[in-house]
């Protein structure tokens, strides 16, 4: 059943080839149709074009939809061309007229804008959680594991000394950008596009406030020309976000993967958080760690594959445009995952405790030697010259501890300020 259908058949190869895996990936949606059809409904009986009855009945098989698809009872035949199609079918087998008048004032292009937006909020919330829950996560360790000390690196060399405490709480403090992020891609798909239907209106007296705020979206889309354009930078402001988070979680995973090797041996993880060798009966392998990485490098590649399917395409719908959830529902599952594992495993990362006494990190302390000098009245330049001159007779001795004072240093990690920061941009 097409919704396009005017009793000439279509060829299978093309039926094929256009309708793709959009079954699949439709499912995705179908709670979200089903949402967007009650409040059409609603708004439609509103202005008359439905009876009561009608708008009653198209409700309570609607909510029956829901409850299928949250069962997963639901299910789109390959008789059927996508969801829309699908769930307009239930409603005329079992209401009749009233099923077929469902799609009054209303094109498959504004129904499905209306159905990802809504997903897309969904999905923008839920990562904000899982995002916060890590945070949480991070800051914990942070706080457990301020005075341990840790070799800063810089270009993969001895740099200068950190902690467990600023390494664990810069990640934490970093996720605070990923959510400004996701805040950013909220107020994006939180605009109501339902009413512009093919993307030039409709000549129907429809209440595009009554759906919006039946919807619980924070404003219209009012353009229909801008509502349809809206497809494609919903999803790559999205993309963008979700590129974000992604970002920081493969450098701390890769963090993880050297942190854990035998020559740096700063952090180690338990049996059920690593994998073994087929033919090495030693190795503990960090492959949760390395999967996060790999997933999220592959995520940070999806805001450029959307812009390329949508970079030169001129105002109204496309067909192009349906192959944005091939790369982005995925994508979303996967940072889902990704997140939820991190969260699972973070917490048993065991923290080794001096690391630094090993001799090779006595140089991390190069410069709180040269900054002591200076304070007692040593130019800058002589102090930089004389610690280079006791390093390379062999004289330097490294005092091994910081007096650092300033916001953000080793000795203060300005904890509380990280957590407010994140309270305020969440």
């Given amino acids: 059943m097409k919704l396009w259908e005017k009793g000439i058949p279509t060829d299978k190869q093309i039926e094929q080839f256009t309708v793709g895996n959009d079954r699949e990936l439709d499912l995705v949606l179908a709670k979200y ?9 609603k708004m439609l009986g509103s202005i008359g074009l ?16 829901i409850t299928d698809v949250a069962e997963g009872n639901f299910i789109i035949e390959d008789s059927f061309e996508d969801v829309h199609s699908k769930i307009e079918y239930l409603l005329t087998i079992k209401l009749g007229d009233a099923g077929k008048k469902i799609h009054t004032a209303r094109s498959r292009n504004d129904q499905v804008l209306v159905d990802v937006n809504l997903y897309l909020k969904d999905v923008v919330i839920d990562l904000k959680e899982q995002v916060k829950s890590l945070f949480d996560l991070l800051m914990e360790s942070a706080e457990k594991y301020q005075n341990v000390l840790l070799p800063g690196y810089t270009h993969l060399q001895i740099a200068m000394p950190s902690s467990f405490g600023m390494w664990f709480s810069a990640y934490a403090e970093t996720l605070i950008d990923d959510i400004t992020m996701l805040n950013a891609a909220l107020k994006v798909v939180d605009q109501n596009p339902l009413g512009s239907a093919a993307g030039y209106g409709s000549s129907f007296p429809i209440n595009r406030t009554f759906t919006t705020k039946e919807l619980g979206f924070e404003t219209l889309k009012y353009n229909s020309v801008a509502a349809q354009m809206s497809r494609g930078k919903s999803e790559k402001t999205l993309a963008f976000a979700m590129s974000s988070v992604a970002a920081t979680l493969a450098k701390f995973s890769m963090d993880v993967c050297v942190y854990m090797s035998q020559n740096f041996d700063f952090i180690g993880l338990p049996a059920h958080l690593t994998t073994g060798s087929s033919i090495m009966p030693h190795k503990k392998n960090p492959d949760v760690f390395e999967l996060i990485r790999g997933k999220c490098n592959k995520i940070q590649a999806l805001p450029y594959e959307i812009t390329l399917i949508t970079n030169n395409l001129p105002s109204g719908y496309h067909r192009d445009l349906q192959l944005l959830k091939e790369g982005l529902f995925p994508a979303i599952q996967n ?20 690391i630094l006494a090993d001799k090779k990190y006595n140089y991390l302390f190069t410069v709180d030697t040269l900054n002591e000098m200076v304070v007692a009245g040593m130019p800058f330049r002589d102090a930089y010259k004389a610690v280079a001159e006791q390093l390379e007779n062999g004289t330097y001795e490294s005092p ?11 000795n203060n990690l300005c904890l509380a300020e990280i957590k407010e920061k994140m309270k305020l941009a969440f």
């Avoid at 009561?52 to 029956?64: M, P, Y």
């Avoid at 940072?335 to 001096?354: G, H, R």
């Avoid at 091994?400 to 080793?410: A, D, Q």
Wanted: glycine share 4%.
């Fill in 33 to 41: 149709d089903a949402l967007g059809s009650i409040a059409h409904a």
């Fill in 50 to 65: 439905l009876t009561t009855t009608e708008t009653d009945s198209l409700v309570v098989a609607l909510n029956e939809i």
């Fill in 335 to 354: 940072l889902q995952a990704c997140l939820d594992i991190a969260i699972f495993s973070i917490k048993d990362i065991k923290v080794k405790d001096n």
């Fill in 400 to 410: 091994k501890e910081t007096k650092h004072t300033h916001e953000g240093s080793i």
